[in-house]
């Protein structure tokens, strides 16, 4: 039995990796399973939330009572967002966003050439959707900011500095890179304090003790 410590909210979540067109049936992606993304968004429901799931293309069932959204690339995800994110209390930027999209991505599929020539491929940087989200927090109707980040090393220090650039009261690091795919993580959370480990467990059990979490926290932060 979970309580309902979100009664009344509305949270944003995006989860899932993103893909990137290189023509209509080839692209470029990332080792994203959406399981820590669609775990939030499930606990943050059992919680009582009304929430919407940004998904990027994941195998996952959607989660009882959550309105899913589904977008491919991170250009479309950021639409997604930017067009549902006015009105919500909490953002959960899970998502394992592409840096990088392919300019000018090819209509028709690219063929092999006789001569052995391989595609020139060039890229140009996706938007930084939570950073977009972050830097409006202090305008009404947007919200409490919770990001994500994935290091392979140095994460007690990367974490602490990724939370201040990304402008951020709240960010949640993963113990190393094996957690794409897993059913289990062990995560770290940094805030204003300092930071806190919770435990290796599952990701479901871990999304509710980050949904307790996020709940005291915004009890104390202005919400419109
Ligand atoms: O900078 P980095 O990609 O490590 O930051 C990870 C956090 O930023 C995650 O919460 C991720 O969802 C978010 N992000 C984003 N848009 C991007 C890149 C990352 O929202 N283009």
Same mark, same amino acid.
């Given at each position: 039995?979970?309580?309902?410590?979100?009664?009344?909210?509305?949270?944003?979540?995006?989860?899932?990796?993103?893909?990137?067109?290189?023509?209509?049936?080839?692209?470029?992606?990332?080792?994203?399973?959406?399981?820590?993304?669609?775990?939030?968004?499930?606990?943050? +429901?059992?919680?009582?939330?009304?929430?919407?799931?940004?998904?990027?293309?994941?195998?996952?069932?959607?989660?009882?009572?959550?309105? +899913?959204?589904?977008?491919?690339?991170?250009?479309?995800?950021?639409?997604?967002?930017?067009?549902?994110?006015?009105?919500?209390?909490?953002?959960?930027?899970?998502?394992?966003?592409?840096?990088? +999209?392919?300019?000018?991505?090819?209509?028709?599929?690219?063929?092999?050439?006789?001569?052995?020539?391989?595609?020139?491929?060039?890229?140009?940087?996706?938007?930084?959707?939570?950073?977009?989200?972050?830097?409006?927090?202090?305008?009404?109707?947007?919200?409490?900011?919770?990001?994500?980040?994935?290091?392979?090393?140095?994460?007690?220090?990367?974490?602490?500095?990724?939370?201040?650039?990304?402008?951020?009261?709240?960010?949640?690091?993963?113990?190393?890179?094996?957690?794409?795919?897993?059913?289990?993580?062990?995560?770290?959370?940094?805030?204003?304090?300092?930071?806190?480990?919770?435990?290796?467990?599952?990701?479901?059990?871990?999304?509710?003790?980050?949904?307790?979490?996020?709940?005291? +926290?915004?009890?104390?932060?202005?919400?419109?």
């Amino acid at each position: 039995f979970q309580p309902k410590v979100l009664a009344g909210k509305r949270i944003l979540v995006t989860a899932g990796p993103t893909f990137e067109a290189i023509d209509p049936v080839r692209g470029i992606t990332n080792l994203s399973s959406g399981k820590m993304g669609y775990a939030v968004a499930r606990a943050a +429901r059992e919680a009582g939330a009304e929430v919407i799931l940004v998904s990027g293309p994941t195998a996952l069932p959607t989660p009882f009572g959550v309105q +899913r959204l589904n977008v491919q690339s991170a250009q479309q995800m950021h639409d997604a967002v930017m067009a549902s994110v006015h009105g919500q209390h909490v953002f959960i930027s899970v998502a394992a966003v592409a840096d990088w +999209r392919v300019v000018n991505p090819s209509t028709q599929k690219v063929k092999k050439t006789a001569d052995g020539a391989v595609p020139d491929l060039k890229f140009e940087q996706n938007p930084d959707i939570l950073a977009t989200v972050a830097a409006r927090t202090s305008l009404a109707g947007y919200p409490y900011c919770v990001g994500f980040a994935a290091e392979s090393e140095n994460l007690l220090e990367y974490g602490a500095a990724k939370r201040e650039k990304k402008g951020i009261p709240l960010l949640v690091g993963n113990i190393g890179h094996h957690t794409f795919g897993q059913d289990d993580n062990t995560i770290i959370l940094f805030d204003e304090n300092g930071h806190t480990i919770l435990p290796r467990a599952d990701k479901l059990t871990l999304a509710r003790q980050l949904i307790s979490e996020i709940s005291k +926290r915004i009890d104390k932060h202005s919400l419109f």
